[in-house]
């Protein structure tokens, strides 16, 4: 008996198929999923009447087709209705829009919206301020442009990343190739056609054409375990998964994607003519977690092993089959696959994979290269006649003269926009003889290309937070730019010319994921933030929180000691393998000294 069946064998098998099992074993939210006739009511009928606002199971059902309805809290007054507004969030594998859609993009939010675009964590473009009434319209105008926002939230895939460089060398087309397909053929079926019906008519014409290799794997989900037993949503089933699901694929060596915090992402080898090889594996990320509850945690994924290339879509579906079917449908803080990985270990995971769902090889892991996290900022050649230009925009926020300069670019040159993971935005196909031309139009509209590598706001992230969304404690977004200035000025006046990574959130549920950085505020209370520190510059390492509740009035006083270490350090180290050298004893001691 091998160590995994050991292991496998010590746990009992409690799997509750979706597709099987009875109303009472399923929570409420399950048997609500089940009874929503693959994602359509009671949405489908709110559409229809006058009210300002969707109910709540109709709100459950929204974030399937891309849409979270918020209020504005900063708009609330005692007696008055709340001033509700919806969130959509598109469907964009690797981040790419092209030129048809962001134009759209941009009308829509122009006329519909609150008259900005924001580009999130996760490669995709979210519109703020649409009212209930103009949504059929929003989202129908993004179909018939070519975009969707199918599956961007709920209880099931989300967006696949990949690097956003456009480089057409190396393995990166194969992962933007990749990213494509696993989206395809992660998508569900049924929903789409609900998805259609409510927003598009009904028009099949958009609906997802996938390659011959997606559909081939396609018709393995009506295999084995794999099948979830309905034939109408053949790896899904009727409840769709525990929780969220999120992927990423990338090269060796490139961690743009924040590759760790992810449930599946994969490390794609290619021949030196770009086709794919194999990849890499590792499973069990993810960053949410609540404050005061220690069982619920941030966590980086491990390595599952190495799989050979015409084999890749199968363990997907594979992986995504074993998490529908043994992820915790009854406490839906516990339902993220890293939960599962957690409790059962890899061990038993590898096991249980390759002896009831997936009957192909897992290799041991090939070697990588250092790993680094890009950012694509400045001009960089895509080809041997293209360029593209990364452009940091603060906290992923389109708008103002940026944004209409940036749309008369795409509609005038007719380049492609990328998103990249850390909410910048990169101008792809430009042809040699428009460089110069577009680099004087950036620098007119102020769009500088390049940072020094010492600006905090390099690779600086934050979630949106107030006004708009429903679970933040505190500010972020908005916070983030005098933050960051001041922590650059106290740097300055300590004389450090080195750079950290900060990350900044409203709330403990990790949107910006904020548990990889060096230095992370996540918010606890009004103007309170926990303090994490010990991350890494390549996104490598969970950091840790050392204190629970930090005014941002304090925030100099409790970092100077800190920093003032990290100066004093002979051995060059980043500021987050810094404090982790130092360990949690001396870390807490130099807070102390604040106190």
Not at 110 to 139: C, D, P, W, Y
Not at 487 to 494: D, K, S, V
């Amino acid at each position: 008996m091998t160590e995994g069946e050991k292991v496998a064998d010590q746990v009992p098998d409690t799997r509750i198929s979706p597709c099987i099992a009875s109303g009472a074993e399923r929570s409420r939210f399950e048997q609500f999923k089940a009874d929503s006739n693959y994602l359509r009511e009671p949405l489908a009928t709110e559409l229809k009447n006058s009210c300002n606002h969707f109910s709540n199971d109709a709100v459950q059902l929204l974030k399937f087709h891309g849409s979270y309805q918020q209020d504005n809290r900063e708009n609330r007054k005692k007696g008055k209705d709340k001033d509700w507004q919806m969130m959509l969030r598109l469907r964009s594998p690797g981040g790419r829009i092209p030129p048809s859609l962001f134009i759209a993009l941009d009308n829509l939010s122009n006329q519909l919206g609150n008259g900005t675009l924001r580009a999130t964590t996760r490669q995709a473009f979210q519109m703020h301020g649409i009212r209930k009434e103009s949504l059929k319209e929003v989202i129908g105008t993004i179909v018939r442009s070519m975009g969707s926002t199918l599956a961007a939230c709920g209880d099931i895939t989300r967006n696949v990343m990949a690097p956003a460089a456009p480089f057409e060398f190396g393995g990166y087309p194969a992962a933007r190739k990749l990213a494509i397909e696993i989206a395809d053929l992660l998508s569900p079926l049924n929903a789409e056609t609900s998805y259609l019906e409510l927003w598009a008519d009904g028009d099949v014409q958009y609906r997802i054409k996938p390659s011959k290799n997606v559909q081939k794997n396609r018709t393995k989900q009506l295999e084995g375990n794999v099948f979830s037993g309905d034939l109408n949503e053949p790896l899904y089933g009727t409840t769709y998964m525990p929780r969220k699901f999120k992927c990423a694929v990338t090269v060796p060596g490139d961690n743009s994607v924040d590759l760790l915090t992810h449930d599946i992402g994969l490390v794609v080898f290619t021949t030196k003519k770009g086709k794919i090889k194999g990849c890499n594996v590792y499973v069990g990320g993810g960053m949410g977690r609540n404050h005061n509850n220690d069982e619920t945690f941030a966590r980086i994924a491990e390595p599952l092993g190495y799989v050979s290339a015409e084999n890749i879509l199968e363990l997907m579906q594979s992986i995504l089959a074993l998490q529908r079917d043994y992820g915790d449908r009854k406490t839906r803080r516990h339902a993220r696959m890293k939960y599962l990985l957690h409790d059962r270990g890899i061990k038993w995971f590898r096991n249980e994979i390759q002896t009831k769902y997936f009957f192909n090889p897992i290799y041991e892991l090939e070697p990588e290269p250092t790993i680094k996290l890009e950012n694509y900022l400045g001009w960089h050649k895509q080809s041997q006649n293209k360029w593209f230009v990364g452009i940091p925009l603060a906290s992923g926020r389109l708008k103002g003269n940026a944004k209409k300069g940036i749309r008369n670019i795409v509609e005038k040159y007719q380049v492609d926009i990328r998103l990249t993971p850390n909410q910048d935005l990169l101008m792809c196909n430009i042809g040699t003889h428009q460089k110069v031309t577009i680099h004087n139009e950036l620098d007119r509209l102020g769009l500088k290309s390049s940072k020094s590598p010492e600006d905090l706001s390099t690779n600086a992230i934050a979630c949106p937070a107030l006004p708009l969304c429903g679970l933040a404690i505190t500010e972020a977004e908005r916070s983030i730019p005098e933050v960051l200035n001041r922590i650059e000025a106290q740097l300055q006046r300590l004389s450090i010319k080195k750079t950290i990574l900060i990350r900044m959130t409203g709330c403990p549920n990790g949107c910006a994921r904020p548990y990889m950085a060096e230095l992370a505020l996540v918010g606890s209370g009004v103007n309170q933030y926990q303090l994490w520190l010990g991350g890494t510059p390549n996104l490598q390492r969970i950091a840790k929180p050392y204190l629970q509740k930090v005014s941002l009035d304090d925030l100099e006083d409790t970092l100077e000691p800190l920093l003032i270490s990290w100066k004093n350090d002979s051995t060059k180290t980043s500021f987050g393998d810094h404090i982790n050298n130092l360990g949690d004893q001396k870390v807490l001691e130099l807070i102390s000294r604040i106190s």
